[in-house]
């Protein structure tokens, strides 16, 4: 790589830097993408400022928002890290900038500026594109590039600008990366065609002051702002990072009672023309009724129509191209969608609630909040946090709540993020709120099997079958369905070397992938030469086949953020291994039971036929816990610590033995 070398003395940086305090007003575009002088006392910097022990630590994280053109809102990015230790150079020499299909990302360059001065700059041909994240209908992708020459006492810059191809009225400002910074400022251009007011609410942090700029920008600044770390099983990012909402609202305050009952009716107006019947849906819904007499067995014919009749254009797996979803005619009505025999998720919810009201039952529209999002607080009078949607028919003097627009969703469930939440009812004259149920433990199954053979140089082979429902289902199916057969191998090879370096896998059957009413299912032969230890005439056997490799479910001793599970689930493993001929049991005993009080248990059971030929291993676990404060991490790690180390309890066998197994 060329290097350009730069000799700079320090008068000269000095008085560079000093001139960009002195007149930095909030610059065009071409002045924010220009490089900003270095401070010499940052490069001649030997210790981090923010937090003793950082390996790296930004000085300067600079953000310019954009939000008055109509073609989009522009986002502008500076960042500068200081370079620590060896450590800091690994985290902090690949760089990944995330951006979604509505996103547009341009202008990036970087640099690294080594600790005499030199700069290296970042080759064009440096930067990539290549797949972050991939789960159901949320796909990211990334900008990748890895900063050259970086090594400790180093300074890497880099800036990019992303454009999002629509108007929005909210801008979400994070304050924290997952290094500690000096300094973050935003400049912030608000959106002129906005009538309301701007408003900000800020987030696990004291609410900074903006300032006016020129050209009508308003700056925030915020100093010595601590890294935030991610740990296992955390409650959402936004829950509790530090972050700012900008968004535009009336300047009348009103209570939260009175806001969301105007909102109720406000949404009930603007949503109930989408769920009109008429003479079609009429007969669609004695079709789809049939024989059925309660309302149970109605709703769940109509949910099985919606999903048997209606395409969904949204779901990746629908098979339809970007050209053929552009051909498509917008539906405005029900009638529209049962007509076409297809919609988007939306089109769907609405035909369900439409047949539903034709069965003579009370179908609403509901807006629910999104607790993978952050937990919703309706004392925030504005509909940020409640925008997701379902809908809700009154089953006696309950209302059940329905998403047949989510293709992967069983009847009677709603996606883990809606339900336990705070749902709003909408209705013309009484809006009211309602908690969405918790599906419990036995509808979120995992449902492992195996059937294996021993060697007696400790390798183990068989067939193995694992089974997916409810949530664990839907996220699987999520990841699978618009995948290829060679693709599903591979993520399901990958996923079991990870735990047992060295498997060899084969006729891997990959089932459900695409079928909402059924399991996901993997099932496959598996080889794993060294899986038991052997020593002398000895064998070391963990008969918990499914959680060898898997480590500690907290493996830290301290704690930074409450503790958070998704839904409640359960397991149930069932294997059977023989034995080489010759060996039995050399004074085993089982794991013990692990009770969690009232919110679940685990329970073991260990056998060995008579003919001491066969093993037998069963494992039982449920749980119900969901969300705890940090002061309670010691106790539940505990807990986990010690179903941990009974899961990866081992079992010895010996040449010529002859012993039972202690219950």
Known sequence: MK?????????????CFLAYLIFSPAPAQAQILAWKPIDPAHLALKAPVVEKDADAEALLWEVYINTASRSGTDFTHFVRVKIFTERGKETQSKIDIPYLSDVSVSDIAGRTIKPDGTIIELKKDAIFDRELVKSGRLKIKAKSF??????????????WRE???????????????????????YYLKPNPYVIDPMKTMTFQINPPKFVKERDDYYRIELTNMPAFREEPHMPPEDQVKSWMLVYYSPSEKKQPMEYWKEEGKRTYEAHKGFMKINDDIRRAAAEAVGEASTPEQKLERIFNFCRAKIKNVTDDASGLTSQQLEKLKENKSPADTLKRG???????????????????????????GDRSRKFFDWNFTDTYFISSYNIAVKVGDQWRFFDPGSSHIPFGMLRWQEEGVMALVTDQKEPQFVQTPLSPPEKSVKRRTAKLRLGEDGSLEGEARIEYTGHFAVDLKEDNDEETAEEREKKLKDSVNKLLGGAELSDIKIEGANDPTKPFVYSYKIRMPGYAERTGKRLFLQPAFFQKGVGPMFPTSGRQHDIYFHYPWAEEDHVVIELPEGYALDNAESPGNLAFGELGHCKFKIGVTNDQRTLEYKRSFRFTGMLFGKENYPSLKKAFDVLHQNDNHTITFKQGAAAAVKQ
């Open 3 to 15: 290097l350009r070398q730069t000799f700079v003395s320090t008068l000269t940086l000095a008085i």
């Open 342 to 368: 297809y919609g988007d998720g939306p089109d769907i919810n609405y035909l369900f609630a439409a047949l539903a009201t034709a069965a003579g039952l009370d179908a609403r529209y509901v807006r629910v």
């Open 163 to 185: 454009v999002y191809n629509y108007i929005t009225n909210y801008v979400k400002m994070e304050l924290q990366r997952d290094i500690p910074t000096q300094v973050v400022r």
């Open 146 to 159: 890895a900063l050259p020459g970086i090594e400790p006492g180093a300074i890497i810059e880099y800036r």
